[in-house]
């Protein structure tokens, strides 16, 4: 694992965070599908660690972007929305220090999602709980979001390793993905 | 006065490839000309870069870099360089960042746009400039801030004849005013009288190299008139203005001209005369102009409607690569119009490239890049071919290997148009188009000049 970060990668970070919120604004997609915002938080999440390969690199870009969704007012869930967007990651970056180098690219990137899922599921079980729902039904919710963010999540992770391949074929990554 | 040495330099481009500079040497002065020769894809380009201070990939060795140095490069693709967006702001843009007054630069910036032979606005927007202009323009960029140090990659690929003879004043006055250059080049003859050290690259190392004679580029090879001009006719140009909507005439052609198939015609004009955007044009490519009593296979040009019957390669070879390793590049076509796959092996077997195959199209040097671009049309076969300054970038072997791919694909019944700043002695053609002061016609006289000599 490589030491402290530098110009490049916090340039590439600010890049993710940026374009993950922007996107996230400009599309407002009204899927009906609960959910669906995972599969651009997984993406720009895991494209973020497999360019700049250092543990953290997930948690700065989910940190940095809950900051920006939440000085642009983008997204529900007011100061909340620095907690939807982190703990994702911080979950991801967490899972990662027992597992990296254990799998493949693509199993781990899969691990990675559910993991971001499972922590974003939390944070709605906790905020349903908090504002007074029963716990049969925050759990009912809960195993619903799980599903249905998980295929989400799933989706993005699938087009890592391709994405990662093409990078590294344009010179844009020192390491070849494996 | 050492200004600059390397040693013991070690660097590669990948784990699994060995490396391009192995324990290179090499020691600059004040006031020394250096000129580096090799073959394509030798890591000239990549030594230039680390001379320059701004290769971004790690590489071993030591680099002695006297204090206060300041270096200037022109890269071998200047719109690789290019970061504001006009003329003028481009040539400023070292000046802001060593904090000269600003009523001074208007008077610098426009004395390095006259040392390289630039005579433009400064407000003229880059993307208006052609290759060589955008070269030129570069050039200018670096001399503004009177580097210590230039260095200056494939300078006579990328400037018509005029261009080299300026650039040869400028570069003299330089290194009589104590600037050291390192330039590279695969036709170190055309700057023999600056050149103090010529050196050869090879196996990543420097060895003397050796002084050639002067290529003649003024002599042109035109093949006996043997070939019946009853062919099917690929191009017809009638007379026009060549033209950009709301904008003066680029050039005028005043006679009729044609390629028929089978044929090879070599577009030879200056930087900036149009050759790229009358190739542009037959290809059906060229936006923003007026409509021109242009045929290509009997049909007005228009993007797509000729299949693989069509192939252009662009001036910019990274522009059409896309695919993640040189051998998918070439299948990409292939598959495309449903073509037999093993025409790309088979093209990269007679050019030598097989090596190549698994490596990524965007990682070869520009030589490189251009060969590769020009192989991924050629083993589609098509009925027309246009190629834009198909040679820039490669060493006398890629030359000699894509001659003769263009003459077996002339027997073939392909028709090939390509364009040069200069003739073009080492390929015969069938005829010569030039553009000169504005005017594109037929170089008839040259043509049987050459016959009858």
């Given at each position: 694992m490589k030491s402290p970060f530098d110009l490049q990668d916090a340039l590439f970070i600010g890049f993710c965070a940026t374009l993950l919120v922007v996107l996230k604004s400009m599309l407002r997609l009204k899927l009906g599908l609960s959910g669906h915002s995972m599969f651009l938080m997984t993406f720009f999440y895991l494209i973020c660690y497999g360019v700049v390969n250092r543990v953290g690199a997930m948690t700065a870009c989910g940190l940095?972007?809950?900051?920006?969704?939440?000085?642009?007012?983008?997204?529900?869930?007011?100061?909340?929305?620095l907690l939807k967007f982190g703990l994702p990651a911080m979950a991801m970056d967490l899972a990662l220090l027992f597992m990296a180098g254990a799998f493949s690219l693509r199993w781990q990137s899969i691990i990675l999602a559910l993991i971001g899922c499972l922590a974003w599921s939390g944070k709605g079980l906790l905020s349903n709980l908090l504002v007074g729902m029963s716990g049969q039904v925050a759990l009912?919710?809960?195993?619903?979001?799980?599903?249905?963010?998980?295929?989400?999540?799933?989706?993005?992770?699938?087009?890592?390793?391709?994405?990662?391949?093409?990078?590294?074929?344009?010179?844009?990554?020192?390491?070849?993905?494996? | 006065m050492k200004i600059i040495a390397l040693e013991g330099i070690h660097f590669g481009y990948g784990s699994h490839q060995s490396e391009i500079l192995d324990d290179l040497n090499l020691v600059i002065n004040r006031g020394e000309c250096h000129c580096i020769n090799g073959a394509t894809g030798s890591g000239k380009s990549s030594l230039l870069h680390i001379l320059a201070g701004e290769q971004c990939r790690p590489y071993e060795g030591d680099v002695y870099r006297a204090p206060s140095l300041l270096v200037g490069l022109v890269m071998q693709d200047p719109n690789a360089q290019v970061l504001r967006q006009s003329v003028g702001a481009e040539i400023a843009f070292a000046l802001e960042n060593l904090g000269i007054a600003a009523d001074l630069m208007v008077e610098k910036v426009q004395q390095s746009l006259r040392r390289v032979g630039l005579y433009t606005s400064l407000d003229t927007p880059v993307e208006?400039?052609?290759?060589?202009?955008?070269?030129?323009?570069?050039?200018?960029?670096?001399?503004?801030?009177?580097?210590?140090?230039?260095?200056?990659?494939?300078?006579?690929?990328?400037?018509?004849?005029?261009?080299?003879?300026?650039?040869?004043?400028?570069?003299?006055?330089?290194?009589?005013?104590?600037?050291?250059?390192?330039?590279?080049?695969?036709?170190?003859?055309?700057?023999?009288?600056l050149v103090d050290y010529l050196w050869l690259l090879e196996g990543g190392k420097l060895r003397a190299g050796q002084r050639q004679q002067a290529q003649t580029a003024d002599l042109v090879n035109i093949r006996p008139s043997s070939k019946p001009r009853h062919r099917e006719c690929l191009v017809n140009i009638a007379p026009h203005q060549f033209r950009f909507i709301d904008?003066?005439?680029?050039?005028?052609?005043?006679?009729?001209?044609?390629?028929?198939?089978?044929?090879?015609?070599?577009l030879v004009g200056d930087n900036g005369?149009?050759?790229?955007?009358?190739?542009?044009?037959?290809?059906?490519?060229?936006?923003?102009?007026?409509?021109?009593?242009?045929?290509?296979?009997?049909?007005?040009?228009?993007?797509?409607?000729?299949?693989?019957?069509?192939?252009?390669?662009?001036?910019?070879?990274?522009?059409?690569?896309f695919e993640q390793t040189v051998l998918t590049e070439l299948q990409f076509s292939l598959k495309r119009f449903k073509l037999p796959l093993a025409r790309a092996e088979q093209i990269l077997t007679e050019l030598?490239?097989?090596?190549?195959?698994?490596?990524?199209?965007?990682?070869?040097?520009?030589?490189?890049?251009?060969?590769?671009a020009l192989a991924s049309l050629v083993c589609l076969q098509p009925k027309l071919?246009?190629?834009?300054?198909?040679?820039?970038?490669?060493?006398?072997?890629?030359?000699?290997?894509?001659?003769?791919?263009?003459?077996?694909?002339?027997?073939?019944?392909?028709?090939?148009?390509?364009?040069?700043?200069?003739?073009?002695?080492?390929?015969?053609?069938?005829?010569?188009?030039?553009?000169?002061?504005?005017?594109?016609?037929?170089?008839?006289?040259?043509?049987?000049?050459a016959n009858v000599g």
């Amino acid at each position: 694992m490589k030491s402290p970060f530098d110009l490049q990668d916090a340039l590439f970070i600010g890049f993710c965070a940026t374009l993950l919120v922007v996107l996230k604004s400009m599309l407002r997609l009204k899927l009906g599908l609960s959910g669906h915002s995972m599969f651009l938080m997984t993406f720009f999440y895991l494209i973020c660690y497999g360019v700049v390969n250092r543990v953290g690199a997930m948690t700065a870009c989910g940190l940095l972007a809950g900051l920006v969704a939440m000085m642009l007012s983008v997204g529900k869930g007011g100061p909340m929305i620095l907690l939807k967007f982190g703990l994702p990651a911080m979950a991801m970056d967490l899972a990662l220090l027992f597992m990296a180098g254990a799998f493949s690219l693509r199993w781990q990137s899969i691990i990675l999602a559910l993991i971001g899922c499972l922590a974003w599921s939390g944070k709605g079980l906790l905020s349903n709980l908090l504002v007074g729902m029963s716990g049969q039904v925050a759990l009912a919710e809960f195993g619903l979001s799980l599903v249905q963010g998980g295929a989400f999540a799933v989706a993005a992770a699938l087009l890592i390793p391709t994405v990662l391949r093409r990078l590294h074929a344009h010179d844009l990554l020192p390491k070849k993905p494996e | 006065m050492k200004i600059i040495a390397l040693e013991g330099i070690h660097f590669g481009y990948g784990s699994h490839q060995s490396e391009i500079l192995d324990d290179l040497n090499l020691v600059i002065n004040r006031g020394e000309c250096h000129c580096i020769n090799g073959a394509t894809g030798s890591g000239k380009s990549s030594l230039l870069h680390i001379l320059a201070g701004e290769q971004c990939r790690p590489y071993e060795g030591d680099v002695y870099r006297a204090p206060s140095l300041l270096v200037g490069l022109v890269m071998q693709d200047p719109n690789a360089q290019v970061l504001r967006q006009s003329v003028g702001a481009e040539i400023a843009f070292a000046l802001e960042n060593l904090g000269i007054a600003a009523d001074l630069m208007v008077e610098k910036v426009q004395q390095s746009l006259r040392r390289v032979g630039l005579y433009t606005s400064l407000d003229t927007p880059v993307e208006v400039l052609s290759l060589g202009q955008k070269y030129r323009l570069m050039m200018a960029a670096q001399l503004v801030f009177n580097p210590s140090l230039l260095l200056l990659d494939e300078p006579w690929a990328q400037l018509d004849d005029n261009g080299v003879k300026e650039l040869n004043g400028v570069l003299k006055a330089l290194l009589e005013d104590g600037v050291a250059i390192v330039m590279v080049e695969h036709n170190p003859s055309a700057f023999a009288d600056l050149v103090d050290y010529l050196w050869l690259l090879e196996g990543g190392k420097l060895r003397a190299g050796q002084r050639q004679q002067a290529q003649t580029a003024d002599l042109v090879n035109i093949r006996p008139s043997s070939k019946p001009r009853h062919r099917e006719c690929l191009v017809n140009i009638a007379p026009h203005q060549f033209r950009f909507i709301d904008q003066e005439p680029l050039f005028e052609c005043e006679q009729e001209l044609s390629l028929h198939r089978g044929e090879i015609v070599a577009l030879v004009g200056d930087n900036g005369a149009g050759k790229s955007s009358l190739l542009k044009t037959l290809a059906g490519i060229q936006a923003n102009i007026t409509n021109l009593p242009i045929t290509v296979m009997a049909k007005r040009p228009q993007l797509g409607i000729y299949g693989s019957d069509l192939g252009l390669l662009m001036q910019r070879p990274n522009r059409q690569l896309f695919e993640q390793t040189v051998l998918t590049e070439l299948q990409f076509s292939l598959k495309r119009f449903k073509l037999p796959l093993a025409r790309a092996e088979q093209i990269l077997t007679e050019l030598d490239l097989l090596k190549l195959a698994d490596s990524s199209p965007h990682k070869l040097s520009y030589g490189q890049q251009h060969i590769i671009a020009l192989a991924s049309l050629v083993c589609l076969q098509p009925k027309l071919l246009l190629l834009d300054d198909p040679f820039a970038g490669l060493d006398k072997y890629h030359v000699a290997k894509v001659v003769q791919i263009l003459l077996q694909l002339s027997a073939q019944g392909c028709g090939i148009l390509l364009t040069s700043h200069r003739g073009l002695p080492f390929l015969a053609v069938d005829r010569y188009w030039f553009i000169e002061n504005g005017h594109l016609g037929d170089g008839a006289q040259i043509t049987e000049q050459a016959n009858v000599g």
